[in-house]
Nanobody, 128 residues
Framework: QLQLEESGGEEVRPGGSLTLSCTSS????????VAWFRQAPGKEREKIGC????????AYTESLKGRFTITRNNTKDTSYLQMTDLKPEATGIYLC?????????????????????WGRGTSVTVSS
């Protein structure tokens, strides 16, 4: 069974950068598409982006493109979410999911429910 664990969440100042990690256990992460979501306090879960199992395809929610980058290292069974120029509204729980679809055409239509494996999330706070 593919299990996921996020790490790297912490408190950062506005304008700062942070990289989150999503590491698998139970099965190698290679071959599984990975997606990242976030949920701000009191708001609905928001899609960030996804990366294909090979890492050759990425897709992002248009409004977040440019400040968020998803990568992966299959030899380390880990996907990364690099975030730059963080703003207070980026505060929330960041969740990685895997074993689902990832394509540039389909990304606007995918929800977290399309993915079979979920992590528990890691907390990011952007505050001065």
């Amino acid at each position: 069974q593919l299990q996921l664990e996020e790490s790297g969440g912490e408190e950062v100042r506005p304008g700062g950068s942070l990289t989150l990690s999503c590491t698998s256990s139970g099965q190698p992460l290679g071959g599984y598409a990975v997606a990242w979501f976030r949920q701000a306090p009191g708001k609905e879960r928001e899609k960030i982006g996804c990366i294909s199992g090979s890492g050759t395809t990425t897709a992002y929610t248009e409004s977040l493109k440019g400040r968020f980058t998803i990568t992966r290292n299959n030899t380390k069974d880990t996907s990364y979410l690099q975030m730059t120029d963080l703003k207070p509204e980026a505060t929330g729980i960041y969740l990685c999911v895997a074993n689902g679809p990832c394509s540039q055409f389909g990304w606007p239509y995918y929800g977290a429910g399309a993915f079979r494996s979920w992590g528990r999330g890691t907390s990011v706070t952007v505050s001065s």
